[in-house]
């Protein structure tokens, strides 16, 4: 959707969506996006971790289940205050490109500083199942985008991000006593090449709607469906 100033508004978390299928991405912005259930737990669970980290930074050390950070000299991003207002509002970090013409602002689960100052951001992501070993890809472009921010407001980015997993142990435990394990999950990002990105998306949005993507079982669904309910186009 646009702002009222008649840009586009976009979301970190969404930019996987240009990815995985363009006509989606530009129907989910030139109309209004079919409301999902809410993941409360995830929510529930993000919250949790925010509040051990937290807890963590005031003792001035790092969580045990990603001491193996600290080896080479990451720490946890020490400002408190400003790291609560990453979280809670997408304005502090927004950018605006009136020229290109998109805004963009998201909230950041947590950040470590590499031992030469930059910020890495860090993403808690939970599940009752361990990781599969592609799925950070949904994930790199909204973590580049935090990056990308940062560099917008004069702060000084990595080029990496972390993804920090948490998931069931054991998934058929049936005790309320549930255990999380954790897995790092290291993402290289392509920080340089990301405004170009931004282009791309603006110039899809502002075109033409771009036609049913056959590749895509959502396009294929929409496109069966109406098929069936239209029996004269067979």
């Known amino acids: 959707m646009k702002t009222k100033e008649g840009l586009w508004k976009l979301s970190p978390s969404g930019l996987y969506g240009f990815e995985e299928c363009r006509t989606c991405f530009w129907l989910e912005h030139h109309h209004t ?17 925010k509040s051990r980290y937290d807890a963590y930074r005031e003792k001035e050390e790092l969580p045990p289940e990603i001491q193996s ?25 927004r950018v605006v490109n009136e020229k290109v013409g ?16 930059r910020l890495i951001p860090t993403d808690f992501k939970s599940s009752g199942y361990a990781p599969k070993e592609d799925k950070q890809k949904y994930y790199v472009s909204q973590l580049t985008a935090y990056a990308f921010m940062f560099q ?4 000084n980015p990595s080029d990496r991000a972390i993804l920090l997993h948490y998931f069931l142990k054991d998934p058929r435990n049936p005790s ?21 990105k931004l282009e791309d998306i ?18 294929l669904y929409y496109a069966g469906r109406n098929e069936k309910s239209n029996p004269d186009n067979r």
């Open 152 to 155: 917008k407001h004069e702060l």
């Open 176 to 196: 309320l006593q549930v255990e999380f394990i954790s897995h790092i999950d290291p993402v290289r990002l392509d920080l340089p090449g990301f405004e170009n």
């Open 33 to 49: 996006r079919a409301p999902g259930l809410p993941f409360v737990l995830n929510m529930a669970m993000d919250s949790v971790l």
């Open 69 to 93: 950070l600290g080896n080479e000299g990451i720490t946890l991003f020490r400002d408190i205050e400003t790291l609560n207002k990453w979280r809670g509002s997408t304005m502090h970090l």
């Open 202 to 219: 603006v110039g899809l949005l502002n075109g033409p709607y771009p036609g049913d993507n056959l590749a895509c079982e959502k396009c």
């Open 102 to 117: 998109y805004e963009i602002g998201g909230k950041l689960d947590e950040v470590l500083i590499e031992k030469n100052g």
